[in-house]
């Protein structure tokens, strides 16, 4: 049964990694309706890593070319310079609040019905009144862009917040196209999810001994797979589509959760 509850949690946070949704918020949500216990939060930390690894494979021709020319090539090392840069905020607000937001607003669904409505409704706003974008890809994004970008990267430690939509929605507003800027966001998560998984790892690392490797694996191999599946079909269908869809499941899923808070069912 516990094999089975990994499985679905895999398939939950390969799902809603890269989506605009917030996968913290869902694995939250599942664990809780499933009756799944992560003591140490190791299980998380671990599945992390699947998503992580499927975004690099889809994307390894362009991170083998960017490598490559590290050393001669200057385009390479702007690209690779933006993502750095952009990576930076993130980084800096996880190491000094993640403790109180792990300790203090994991616990709490009410903040993430609101995160999830406030989100969608900001999201709308954005998708409505965006200006005409001017930036079409990820490599003709300015590097200022691109910082300032990076930078909403560091609200997504809310949970509900969703750290791909926070950053979508931040470069359509300042006028990047919606496939780059989801691809951008993709970009942005390999370095930010890595540096987010050490820092969880090394803080979960006692209770590793008890870990369920089994479960662990599991729930890996189904992220990796379910991250695998989703990236390039999210990218088609935001061309074609937008956002809004996404935006509105946000909302109406936090007027559930709150429901479901006042009701005193979670």
């Not at 690099?56 to 590290?70: D, F, N, T």
């Not at 409505?117 to 200022?144: C, F, H, K, N």
């Not at 001994?209 to 191999?221: N, T």
């Amino acid at each position: 049964m516990n094999l089975l509850k990994a499985a679905v949690l895999g398939v939950v946070q390969g799902l809603t990694e890269f989506l605009p949704v917030s996968s913290t918020a869902h694995l939250l949500i599942g664990s809780r309706l499933i009756g799944y216990s992560d003591p140490g939060g190791v299980f998380t930390v671990m599945i992390q890593l699947g998503s992580i690894f499927a975004v690099m494979w889809l994307y390894r021709e362009k991170l083998l070319s960017v490598v490559a020319g590290l050393g001669s090539n200057p385009e390479a090392q702007r690209f690779a310079f933006k993502i750095i840069l952009a990576t930076v905020p993130a980084l800096v607000a996880g190491f000094f609040l993640s403790k109180f937001v792990k300790s203090v607003l994991y616990g709490s669904f009410v903040v993430i019905a609101l995160a999830f409505i406030i989100g969608g409704i900001i999201m709308l706003i954005v998708e409505r009144m965006r200006p005409a974008p001017d930036v079409m890809d990820v490599d003709s994004l300015p590097v200022g862009r691109a910082l300032a970008i990076g930078s909403f990267q560091a609200l997504a430690l809310i949970p509900g917040i969703s750290r791909s939509g926070g950053t979508i929605v931040a470069a359509m507003a300042m006028r990047v196209d919606r496939p780059a800027a989801a691809e951008f966001t993709f970009f942005l998560a390999m370095p930010t999810m890595a540096a987010a998984f050490a820092h969880d790892l090394l803080e979960a690392r006692h209770d590793l001994a008890s870990a369920r490797g089994a479960e662990i694996a599991v729930g890996f191999v189904m992220a990796f797979i379910a991250s695998a599946l989703v990236v390039k079909p999210f990218l088609h269908y935001v061309r074609r589509s937008g956002f809004a869809p996404f935006a509105w499941y946000r909302i109406v899923l936090g007027v559930v959760l709150l429901s479901a808070v006042a009701a005193g069912w979670m």
